[in-house]
């Protein structure tokens, strides 16, 4: 499932996002409608946390379903386990 299956099917996933967050309003779902930046700025807000714990938690959630991430967003908490995946596997190849 990608992004776009995730908005196309928000009217199913928002029961499992209640369950998930359930700090969150239907209204504030109606608002989101399947995009996931204002989903995470809605977790940031209504759980007091920062955004980038936010954005883990929605990607987390997405993994969850099996949905790929962006490429760009593939690794959102930055905690360098790809970072050292790269130095062990260029080690390995010398």
């Keep these: ?7 196309g099917d928000w009217r199913v996933l928002r029961g499992k996002i209640r369950e998930q967050w ?5 209204e504030q779902l109606d608002v989101i409608n399947g995009r996931l930046d ?3 700025g809605r977790i940031q807000q209504a ?3 920062s ?5 883990q938690q ?3 959630w997405r993994c969850f379903l099996g949905t ?3 490429a760009e967003r593939a690794d959102p908490g930055n905690d360098g ?3 050292s995946r790269r130095s062990l596997e260029s080690s390995q190849s010398r």
């Design 51 to 55: 955004m980038a714990e936010a954005e």
């Design 38 to 40: 204002m989903l995470a």
């Design 58 to 60: 929605v990607y987390e």
């Design 1 to 7: 499932m990608n992004v776009d299956q995730i908005e």
């Design 81 to 83: 386990a790809a970072e």
């Design 68 to 70: 790929d991430a962006p």
């Design 22 to 26: 359930g700090r969150l309003t239907d």
């Design 47 to 49: 759980y007091g946390i």
